[in-house]
T-cell receptor, first 115, second 116 residues
Framework: NAGVTQTPKFRVLKTGQSMTLLCAQDMNHEYMYWYRQDPGMGLRLIHYSVGEGTTAKGEVPDGYNVSRLKKQNFLLGLESAAPSQTSVYFC??????????????FGPGTRLTVL | AQTVTQSQPEMSVQEAETVTLSCTYDTSESDYYLFWYKQPPSRQMILVIRQEAYKQQNATENRFSVNFQKAAKSFSLKISDSQLGDAAMYFCAYRGYTGTASKLTFGTGTRLQVTL
């Protein structure tokens, strides 16, 4: 099992450019999440999904959009990147039916720099 | 809204010694889960230990154990026989029992150094 994977691992954008981060999980998890990690602030939830075709806003959703067209994939989009979106982005997933609902498993992160 | 506070930005411990990392949280819920995650320089978030609030017994995973004080809303992590590989950022996290999606609230982290 690969667990949770993220593509790409690093990316540099110019202000105003767009990009999509891809998260994939092979654990048949229902729930998926996108977090951002900034120095001194821990991880903050951007958006999450409780199932295929559903998404919801987290703590810091502005400037981001997400889609969950397939159960195993969760995409995070930046339509017009801003320097304030320079961060490390983590994807996570949790909950297989019949399993413990509470433990999240994280991908390796994507370091994004917006110039 | 729930909050998680880690008041120790940095801690240091000698190899083979014991260290305790502090975490406090604020919630009005009676049932919830608490976690400690480790983030080494590789950036990978690794689950260290989890505690269900309804369980009075403190969780233990090998050299890692917690001191869960529900009334005081305190959830400290004890690392025994510290090893060089324990050097990392440690994050405390809270997850409410009710509602969907297992949303986590994280503290700001404690950086642990392990010295020879």
């Amino acid at each position: 099992n690969a667990g949770v994977t993220q593509t790409p691992k690093f990316r540099v954008l110019k202000t105003g450019q767009s990009m999509t981060l891809l998260c994939a999980q092979d654990m048949n998890h229902e729930y998926m999440y996108w977090y951002r990690q900034d120095p001194g602030m821990g991880l903050r939830l951007i958006h999450y999904s409780v199932g295929e075709g559903t998404t919801a806003k987290g703590e810091v959703p502005d400037g981001y959009n997400v889609s969950r067209l397939k159960k195993q994939n969760f995409l995070l989009g930046l339509e017009s990147a801003a320097p304030s979106q320079t961060s490390v982005y983590f994807c996570a997933s949790s909950y297989s039916p019949g399993g413990p609902p509470d433990t999240q498993y994280f991908g390796p992160g994507t370091r994004l720099t917006v110039l | 809204a729930q909050t998680v506070t880690q008041s120790q930005p940095e801690m240091s411990v000698q190899e083979a010694e014991t260290v305790t990392l502090s975490c406090t949280y604020d919630t009005s819920e009676s049932d919830y889960y608490l976690f400690w995650y480790k983030q080494p320089p590789s950036r990978q978030m690794i689950l260290v230990i989890r505690q269900e609030a309804y369980k009075q017994q403190n969780a233990t995973e090998n050299r890692f154990s917690v001191n869960f004080q529900k009334a005081a809303k305190s959830f400290s992590l004890k690392i025994s026989d510290s090893q060089l590989g324990d050097a990392a950022m440690y994050f405390c996290a809270y997850r409410g029992y009710t509602g969907t999606a297992s949303k986590l609230t994280f503290g700001t982290g404690t950086r642990l150094q392990v010295t020879l």
